[in-house]
């Protein structure tokens, strides 16, 4: 069974950064896709950013671009989203996702198996 945990979520100025974490248990993850996506009050929840676990490669959401970096430790089996120069918009409780294999579909919900419990993320003005 997987497990993915994040941390790293908390209230943060606007223009300030943090890190969030997603420590993943279970399997050997070298072939898995991990998907970080965010869910605001009243929205459905979007893709934020994915990284094919082998490779290495990474995608992002046109709206994080440029301001967020995902990243992978996999001595730690932990996924990593810095967020820099963060905005209120980015507000939002932001889940770990996690799927066996790699998906040229890494930006659908349904495309992932395992989903963490989330870790609030708010910025202020």
């Known amino acids: 069974q997987v497990q993915l945990v994040e941390s790293g979520g908390g209230l943060v100025q606007a223009g300030g950064s943090l890190r969030l974490s997603c420590a993943a248990s279970?399997?050997?993850?070298?072939?898995?896709?991990m998907g970080w996506f965010r869910q605001a009050p009243g929205k459905d929840r979007e893709f934020v950013s994915a990284?094919?676990?082998?490779?290495?490669?990474?995608f992002y959401a046109d709206s994080v671009k440029g301001r967020f970096t995902i990243s992978r430790d996999g001595a730690k089996s932990t996924v990593y989203l810095q967020m820099n120069s963060l905005k209120p918009e980015d507000t939002a409780v932001y889940y770990c996702a996690a799927r066996s294999s790699w998906s040229s579909s890494y930006y659908l919900r349904g495309s992932y198996d395992y989903w963490g419990q989330g870790t609030q993320v708010t910025v202020s003005t």
């Open positions: 279970g399997r050997a993850f070298s072939s898995y896709t």
């Open positions: 990284i094919w676990w082998r490779s290495g490669s990474a």
